[in-house]
């Protein structure tokens, strides 16, 4: 049985989840490994919701904002971007590969793009299988 | 919590869904959710029997809360919230999972998409538990508009509000109403007088009982937010001493427009050196004392036209002022018109032709003789004084691009077409009214394409060149445009708030202030005598950079709080 | 042993001392515990045994009061012996209430911190190969060491604890005021915290008792280390481009760092009701960098060395993802 990653997407409702629902509105085919959980504002994206996502059983979590300058709050998606290099930085020293956590500037214009990385961070996370974390936590807990 | 009766409507939505995706199935699993007290699917959930089913079972149920699973939130949510308020309850306490743009229509494994749809129902039943019952609010709105700039946008704008019943306050920084199509004798493409226009939307304002025209005034303050502002224009009184007023308003339009680059950055044009190296404003005055002649009197028998002066230029401003083309064709025309029997040249790198009527312009511009001669951006002419010999006083050097050829224009007049560029006073408006400005100074609208009068800031708005280089049919119309929006608005006499927005619990507000300056809409204050940050719900957007932000955890995004957020997480990868 | 006076143990865990310090550092106050209470156990200051708490029947203690983490089955052993007997139980300090500083060694795999605590280190004699073993037999005796997990754990996520004090150490004062409460509580002079309460400590974030100034203006071009700039006294550090963690964590120690100088650390733990002061720390110190572009944004993060120790100082055990999970 190929492993199936399941990937917990967070979309701000004026670009990213508009441009996901015109994949939807072209009939645009993807990956079914993205879970959608709809924000108003990437701004709004704590770095929490990332580790939670992660603790919870994510293989992967996929960020996605409107691209700088078209914020439709203004400024919302640069403070996505100031706080993004540091939660990576993070993760990496959590051991959380590389691949598992991604941003990517969408706008509601671009349905096949986010086809596109759906499909393309599905079969990379595919790649890395599992993520470690849980298994991790719960055979630490077995030794004692 | 416990007695909590969550309902959920699987929609097939005709076969969009249920080709794809196995409704039955995900009812199955949602079934076992703690809370869940019923369970169902239908054809058409938005049909009028579909909605009358969701109230139906509300009353049977005791429903709390409805989760319907369909197409996406942003096509039916308001719908499935009216139905809730219908059935008596808050509209609030649905939540919509997006099982057909982001599932059925997507994927063509029914297997993987149920088992998708199944986790989305489910998170959206864990997220509802946590919904909260939101209420929308009102405050007055305040049907006074200020108008800062007595231009041609400013005066328009003014205008459709003072017809509509409503008081304008008009405040000019100089002495007279006009701007910068007062400085103009004709305007492009139909060479209509820019007098003739101007008197008449000069006559109407100052004749207009709803409009008080404030000249040499500034706006020195802005206080309160949209539907209740108090701004305090200062004035000069009879001796000359400033005096300050307060006005209330609800609304205001910047319509502050542009000034002119300044040629004499460009060295190798010789502005101010060459005598008869003029701007194009200074043509117009020429043009409206209605003799054009050079700096010694004479009528100029060869007149060069150099476009984008300032313009496209990557050392002084990279945007194209947008207008220059067509008024140049239109100096061809004067020039012609007012010298007979003078060469014209038109140096350009493009022709920028765009508007109603323009290209018919150009094409007629051509037919009246214009010498047109092309050259490379950064690839700019040069002009120098001529010789005792030639029979011009300068001439321009020009690697024109059509032919190949360098040539060497004569000029006993040039007239440098230059650009457009943001007011020095622009910092100081932006700061006053909380706007913000783009890299190049002009002030930036809600969205570029879909928002182009209104600002971040709710109840400012921007019309006229002050946005961005533009002619006057389009500074009119981002005019009229303003109008209209504060129109509807005041048409209402309230502003309804959205239930949606930001709160600071002050018990935990430490006063940090990290979130002051984050939020595009400056709704958040700091109490400085309390040392807890507020906002102001009624500017409030809701884009919640402020609640992932604030290191407390103290603000609250209604309707998209941590705990919402936390259980669509868990519910998506259970 | 009078009938009437609380029974109490105080024990240490993955510790440094420093909270049974503080507890000392209490001065006079010392004395009303020994007034009030018998101490059972108290290897900084009393004698004890293992069995002296082993023979009690359940609930004996009134409180158990013990800080650290656990980092090997002695220190679980322990928590859960001391729940066992006790009627209240306190998670006392950053480690026991956090993980603290040994919970940053979760950041390393257990064999890379044996291979070099032993094996690697310079300053072990060459060639050792010499590595602690749980169980081993000499001369007819069966010995036994502590197993050392592979992860440093908060006493909850071992034991259910009834309140926690946090700090490292929990200030003095706040100690005073921490046991007080607690005594008051079981001698019925007062209604005892709801459980799970954190005690000894406020309800907002240091700043609400920072002295310095906080501006609306916060924006940074680069972060600076304490030694590298001459700071303004008076202003806040953050708007100075030092890292200071105190708009993420909970005040009660009386703000000294900041008040010398230093920045705040994050001992005490984060504000009431977050999940993770590390992903807070981060949203803050991304709240005011000055840039966007990507490129510059980056730049800046490199005067900002090793921020996941700055994140998650004392709090890797209680993060959501709790340890390093490389391969």
Redesign the interface.
């Known amino acids: 049985m190929t492993f199936e990653p399941k990937i917990v997407g967070f979309l701000c409702n004026w670009c990213s989840y508009t441009g996901a629902d015109l994949a939807g509105t072209s009939r645009i085919h993807y990956a079914p490994n993205v879970r959608i959980i709809r924000v108003m504002c990437s701004a709004r994206i704590d770095p929490t919701f990332v580790l939670k996502a992660l603790h919870d059983g994510a293989d992967g979590v996929l960020i996605c904002g409107c691209h700088p300058g078209d914020c439709h709050y203004s400024e919302g998606n640069y403070k996505m971007m100031r706080r993004y290099p540091m939660l990576k930085s993070l993760l990496a020293d959590y051991g959380i590969e590389d691949e598992r956590v991604r941003l990517e500037w969408v706008s509601a214009s671009e349905g096949q793009r986010f086809a596109d990385i759906v499909n393309d961070m599905t079969e990379r996370v595919r790649a890395l299988g599992p993520s470690p974390v849980k298994a991790a936590l719960e055979a630490d807990l077995a030794e004692r | 919590m416990d007695d909590l009766k969550i309902g959920v409507f699987v929609c097939n939505c005709g076969t969009n869904i249920a080709k794809v995706i196995d409704c039955d199935a995900v009812i199955d699993s949602v079934e076992r959710l703690p809370y869940v007290a019923v369970a169902r699917t239908y054809k058409y959930m938005c049909s009028d029997p579909g909605q009358d089913m969701i109230q139906a079972d509300i009353e049977e149920y005791g429903l709390d809360r409805v989760v319907v699973a369909a197409c996406?939130?942003?096509m039916h949510e308001p719908t499935f919230r009216k139905a809730l308020q219908k059935a008596g309850l808050n509209p609030y306490f649905l939540e919509m999972a997006?099982i057909?743009?982001?599932?059925s229509?997507?994927?063509?494994?029914p297997v993987?998409?149920t088992?998708?749809a199944a986790?989305?129902t489910a998170?959206a039943v864990m997220r509802v538990a946590h919904h909260e019952a939101l209420e929308r609010r009102s405050v007055d709105m305040c049907p006074n508009t200020l108008v800062i700039g007595g231009g041609i946008a400013g005066m328009s704008a003014a205008l459709d509000l003072a017809d509509a019943g409503n008081r304008v306050y008009l405040a000019e920084r100089s002495d007279h109403l006009g701007g910068n199509v007062a400085r103009a004798d004709l305007t492009a493409p139909y060479l209509d007088s820019a007098r003739d226009m101007l008197t008449e939307r000069v006559t109407r304002v100052v004749e207009h009982p709803n409009i008080d025209v404030l000249l040499e005034s500034q706006v020195r303050k802005v206080d309160g937010f949209v539907g209740n502002f108090k701004t305090t224009i200062r004035a000069k009184a009879d001796d000359g001493a400033p005096v300050d007023s307060v006005y209330d308003v609800g609304s205001i339009i910047v319509c502050t427009g542009y000034k002119e680059f300044d040629a004499s950055r460009i060295t190798h044009y010789g502005y101010g050196k060459l005598p008869n190296v003029v701007t194009s404003f200074e043509l117009e005055k020429m043009l409206r004392a209605g003799r054009v002649t050079t700096k010694e009197g004479k009528a100029p028998q060869y007149v060069a036209i150099i476009h984008c002066v300032g313009s496209r230029n990557l050392e002084f401003h990279a945007y194209c002022s947008r207008v220059c083309c067509m008024t140049a064709l239109k100096y061809a025309h004067e020039v012609k018109s007012a010298v007979p029997g003078a060469y014209v040249s038109d140096i350009y790198i493009d022709m920028h032709a765009f508007g109603k009527g323009m290209e018919d312009f150009y094409r007629r511009s051509s037919e009246i003789k214009t010498l047109f001669l092309m050259y490379e951006k950064n690839d700019y002419p040069v002009i120098r004084k001529a010789d005792a010999t030639d029979d011009c006083d300068m001439l321009i050097e020009v690697n024109e691009t059509l032919s190949g050829e360098t040539i060497e224009m004569p000029a006993d007049l040039v007239v440098l077409m230059v650009g457009m560029e943001a007011r020095e006073d622009s910092e100081e408006v932006a700061h006053l009214v909380n706007i913000?400005r783009d890299k190049d100074g002009w002030f930036?609208e809600s969205?570029?394409k879909l928002d182009p009068v209104a600002t971040?800031t709710d109840g400012v708005y921007i019309a006229g060149a002050c946005q961005a280089p533009k002619d006057i049919p389009d500074s009119v119309a981002q005019a009229r445009a303003a109008a209209a929006r504060i129109l509807a608005r005041t048409a209402l006499g309230k502003i309804d708030i959205d239930a949606?927005f930001a709160e600071v619990d002050e018990?935990?507000?430490?006063?940090?202030?990290?979130?002051?300056?984050?939020c595009?809409?400056v709704a958040i204050e700091?109490d400085l005598e309390k040392?807890r940050s507020h906002v102001i719900s009624a500017l409030c957007?809701?884009?919640?950079?402020c609640?992932?932000?604030?290191?407390?955890?103290?603000i609250t995004?209604r309707h998209?709080t941590?705990k919402q957020?936390?259980s669509?997480?868990?519910g998506?990868?259970a | 042993m009078a009938e009437d006076k609380l029974q109490i143990a105080i024990y240490w865990g993955a510790a440094c001392g420093g909270c049974d310090v503080s507890i000392l550092d209490t001065d006079a106050f010392i004395l009303e515990i020994d007034k009030a209470a018998d101490i059972r156990l108290w290897p900084i200051a009393t004698d004890g045994k293992y069995k002296d708490i082993e023979a009690l029947a359940d609930g004996d203690l009134d409180v158990a009061i013990m800080s650290g983490a656990v980092r090997n089955s002695e220190n679980e052993r322990m928590a859960h012996l001391l729940r066992q007997k006790s009627k209240v139980f306190v998670a006392y300090g950053s480690c026991a209430y956090m993980g603290g500083i040994p919970s940053l060694a979760n950041l390393v795999p257990r064999e890379e911190i044996i291979k070099r605590a032993y094996l690697s280190n310079a300053s072990l004699e060459p060639g050792n190969t010499t590595v602690p073993r749980p169980r081993t037999s000499l001369n007819g005796y069966d010995l036994e060491l502590p197993e050392f997990y592979a992860r440093v754990y908060k006493l909850d996520q071992v034991v259910d604890v009834d309140y926690y004090v946090p700090g490292c150490p929990p200030q003095p004062g706040q100690a005073q005021i921490a046991i007080t409460a607690l005594v008051q509580a079981l001698t019925g002079q007062a209604e005892a915290p709801a459980k799970g309460s954190v005690v000894g400590a406020y309800e907002r974030a240091l700043c609400d008792d920072c002295k310095r100034t906080k501006a609306e203006e916060k924006k940074v071009k680069r972060f600076y280390r304490p030694w590298e700039i001459m700071q303004d006294p008076d202003v806040c550090l953050m708007e100075q481009g030092m890292l200071c963690a105190g708009s993420a964590t909970r005040s009660g120690c009386g703000v000294r760092c900041p008040d010398s100088g230093i920045p705040c650390r994050g001992c005490y733990g984060p504000a009431p009701g977050v999940v993770d002061q590390g992903a807070k720390l981060l949203s803050a110190v991304a709240s005011i960098i000055d840039s966007k572009d990507a490129e510059d944004i980056d730049e800046i993060l490199l005067t900002l060395p090793d921020f996941t120790s700055f994140a998650n100082r004392y709090s890797v055990a209680a993060s959501p993802l709790q340890r390093s999970h490389r391969r």
């Open positions: 996406s939130p942003r997006n057909r743009e982001q599932c229509w997507v994927h063509d494994d993987a998409a088992e998708k986790a989305l998170a913000s930036i969205h570029p971040t949606v018990d935990k507000c430490s006063g940090c202030r990290m979130c002051n300056e984050l595009p809409y700091f040392r957007k809701a884009c919640g950079a609640v992932a932000a604030c290191p407390s955890g103290a995004a998209f941590d957020i936390f669509e997480i868990e998506v990868l």
